[in-house]
């Protein structure tokens, strides 16, 4: 069994997608073989083609990770969010490989999967902090909900057909207010995601700030705002208007009845990343977004 090797490394794996089923084997194989163990989800292992040697465990809980050094997750921006959950709740470092589209979570893609394990056997990598959100929802001065997300806490309109009416506060103070499709309330790690589709800007992720983005709001003063990152932004859903709803990351989700407020400030506890390359995140932002560079020359030597 797994749990008598001196390292262990926890495997998170998008069982639906056929590329996570062939890159799971090939991860499997490769840390076995350097007497690495595995330890992954009974849940998963049934779609999964792996050896007798890996370790099953049946609860998805943050103690599931205990004693693993690592944790490895293939798959789309949706399952690195859900391995980001898990890595959160445990301390444990997440190092993510990418099989969906842009990944901005992910180290490593699909071909460098022999990389990834020679990396991790030979302890290539370092750790990075990311910072979260800490999100808390009130409603007649009583909190009723609590969350968190790394990339975003998002107030969102419940239906189609009506807008969302909302106050927006910094540090305690009223700033403006409006109708609306929604407010992203963001990290710099999720300034490439929701944030930027709805306009707001890139932020390097070794900038501390918290983002502040409207949705299609119906105003003059609508622009995005980036604050610091002990700032605690606040967001009102005003009375006698239709609810709304509060998504964090995109997996978690809570109705906002009329006259509820959502306040979000900097998370206590961050996400762990693990990191295989010292590239620099333009470099990274160009090849996610395949962004036009040619003729650049440089700066003059």
């Not at 959950?85 to 470092?93: C, I, K, L, M, Q």
């Not at 107030?155 to 009506?162: C, P, S, T």
């Not at 490439?192 to 119906?218: D, K, N, Q, R």
């Amino acid at each position: 069994m797994t749990q008598n090797r001196a390292r262990t490394v926890f495997l998170l794996a998008h069982t639906g997608r056929p590329a996570a089923i062939r890159s799971a084997e090939l991860v499997v194989k490769g840390l076995l073989r350097a007497g690495i163990g595995v330890r992954v989800l009974e849940a998963e292992a049934r779609d999964l083609p792996l050896p007798g040697e890996v370790d099953l465990v049946g609860e998805a809980t943050p103690q599931c990770l205990d004693g693993c050094e690592l944790l490895i997750v293939l798959g789309g921006d949706g399952t690195l969010l859900r391995g980001a959950e898990f890595a959160r709740a445990s301390g444990v470092p997440m190092l993510g490989v990418n099989l969906g589209r842009v990944g901005f979570l992910a180290e490593a893609e699909r071909d460098d999967l022999d990389k990834v394990v020679d990396r991790v056997v030979n302890r290539a990598y370092e750790v990075e902090e990311r910072m979260t959100v800490d999100v808390v929802v009130h409603r007649n001065g009583d909190i009723v909900h609590t969350d968190w997300a790394l990339n975003e806490a998002a107030v969102q309109k419940a239906g189609a057909e009506k807008l969302l009416e909302v106050v927006l506060e910094i540090d305690g103070r009223p700033v403006t207010g409006f109708g609306c499709d929604g407010i992203v309330l963001s990290t710099p790690t999720g300034s490439t995601a929701y944030a930027f589709s709805a306009g707001g800007p890139v932020v390097w992720p070794e900038v501390e700030a918290l983002l502040m983005v409207p949705i299609s709001a119906h105003a003059l003063f609508a622009k995005p705002l980036v604050t610091s990152p002990d700032s605690v932004l606040a967001v009102e859903v005003l009375p006698h208007v239709p609810p709304g709803v509060l998504w964090c990351d995109g997996r978690r989700t809570v109705e906002l009845p009329p006259g509820a407020r959502v306040e979000v400030r900097r998370g206590a506890v961050p996400v762990r990343l693990a990191r295989l390359h010292h590239a620099s995140f333009t470099d990274r932002l160009v090849a996610k977004f395949a962004l036009p560079v040619s003729g650049w020359r440089g700066a003059p030597h």
